[in-house]
């Protein structure tokens, strides 16, 4: 298996740009989370979908950002517009089952994003 | 509010020392309690403890937790500077049945 796909690895944009993060889960694995990480804040969970449907999105910044998981092999994190503070690491991670309590999560190797 | 929280936020040992890494958690439903050592890029994943009391030990790495405290240990023996990484505690509960982060533990190791 090929493990969480993210794309693109890095984005440089300017500010006021929409940028679009992109996310393969693990086939199989039914759940899938965002995670944004600053030096100031760590791995802060943005939203997490169980299913395709997303549950709890309580973490997403503000009305900015927006996330989507159209089916269960592809999830997207869209920031319109960016700005620079939005500047991170965002990470996808995905696990197996749906109360997903039982297993690891695995992460991708993550999006730089540099907003400038 | 759920909350994981982590201690000390960084630490620098020689090589050959024993560390200790704390994990606290306030979390509503708590089900399962992970380790995860982050070097340049994505963590990857070291424990899961669901039992209190029951170490789990991988080479010179091992972990515990204790429920009844609400924390985890994570001990690392005779530290080497490949140990050099930043370990995060996580833990799945909460309403939603989330996956919740503290801010890690910076360890650095010197020769």
């Known amino acids: 298996d090929a493990g969480v796909i993210q794309s693109p690895r890095h984005e440089v944009t300017e500010m006021g740009q929409e940028v679009t993060l992109r996310c393969k889960p693990i086939s199989g694995h039914n759940s899938l989370f965002w995670y944004r990480q600053t030096m100031m804040r760590g791995l802060e969970l943005l939203i997490y979908f169980n299913n395709n449907v997303p549950i709890d999105d309580s973490g997403m910044p503000e009305d900015r950002f927006s996330a989507k998981m159209p089916n269960a092999s592809f999830s997207t994190l869209k920031i319109q517009p960016s700005e620079p503070r939005d500047s991170a690491v965002y990470f996808c991670?995905?696990?197996?089952?749906?109360?997903?309590?039982?297993?690891?999560?695995?992460f991708g190797q993550g999006t730089r994003l540099t907003v400038v | 509010e759920d909350k994981v929280v982590q201690s000390p936020l960084s630490l620098v040992v020689h090589e050959g020392d024993t560390v200790t890494l704390n994990c606290s958690y306030e979390v509503t439903n708590f089900r399962s309690l992970l380790w995860y050592k982050q070097e340049k890029k994505a963590p990857t994943f070291l424990f899961m403890l669901?039992?209190?009391?029951i170490e789990k030990k991988s080479g010179r790495l091992s972990s515990i937790l204790d429920k009844k405290e609400l924390s985890s240990i994570l001990n690392i023996t005779a530290t080497q500077t490949g140990d050099s990484a930043i370990y995060l505690c996580a833990v799945y509960g909460g309403s939603q049945g989330n996956l919740i982060f503290g801010k890690g533990t910076k360890l650095s190791v010197k020769p």
């Open positions: 991670a995905s696990s197996r089952s749906p109360t997903a309590y039982n297993t690891e999560a695995f």
């Open positions: 669901t039992s209190s009391g």
